[in-house]
């Protein structure tokens, strides 16, 4: 795996394929970290480099698309226009020297710019499948890559309903509508053992994404 910013020009020349990971500064509860998007696809990118010879991981967008956690403070959202303007033209930097650019995604929020353009190539990294946001899963994560970044003792139950059911109001009213304290699902009984097993799962799922 190679850091792009520790590179010189010369040593990227010819790239094969350059990873961009893509997260939010965003309020995750009571208990998680601004940058828990932004921290878990970094860990994502790195990860895949390292399996993936001729690999370069650049600087990560940390902005992203937020403004369903508007009314939580800490969250910092450049929305959804501005996030697809950034990534077409990154992306057009980034090929004339690189066979290929990927942007790795941790944010749902990001989905809408994502999909905005065909010249934007994207993975996801899933973390939905048990819960939404700051809950089990990402509590997890964060245990594992980040654990002194983790406010445990904070940590508490959200809104544990399905999506299909609080879309809605979310989409009206935002994140806050749903969840006071921003938490969708249960951190109880996250570990850092999960949260390697999770990360180790969403690595292997987007190298196969990837050819």
Avoid at 87 to 105: G, H, I, K, P
Avoid at 149 to 173: F, H, Q, Y
Avoid at 202 to 207: E, F, G, N, R
């Amino acid at each position: 795996m190679s850091h792009l910013p520790d590179a010189t020009s010369s040593e990227t020349a010819g790239a094969a394929l350059v990873l961009v990971p893509v997260g939010s500064i965003e309020q995750h509860g009571p208990h998680l970290p601004l940058d828990t998007d932004t921290t878990i696809a970094v860990a994502v990118a790195r990860a895949v480099a390292a399996e993936l010879p001729g690999t370069w991981v650049a600087p990560p967008l940390s902005y992203g698309s937020s403004g369903e956690h508007q009314s939580f403070a800490g969250t910092a959202s450049i929305g959804t226009d501005a996030l697809t303007h950034v990534a077409v033209e990154l992306a057009r930097s980034l090929r004339t020297w690189a066979d290929r650019v990927v942007f790795v995604n941790a944010h749902g929020g990001n989905l809408t710019a994502l999909r905005a353009s065909d010249e934007i190539e994207w993975v996801p990294c899933a973390t939905e499948d048990v819960d939404l946001h700051a809950g089990f899963t990402e509590t997890s994560l964060m245990l594992h890559l980040r654990p002194a970044s983790v406010r445990l003792d904070r940590a508490e139950v959200g809104n544990t309903r399905p999506l299909r059911e609080i879309l809605p109001a979310m989409m009206a009213g935002g994140v806050g509508a749903v969840s006071p304290n921003g938490v969708l699902g249960d951190p109880a009984g996250a570990s850092a053992a999960e949260g390697e097993r999770v990360l180790e799962a969403m690595v292997a799922d987007v190298v196969g994404r990837l050819g």
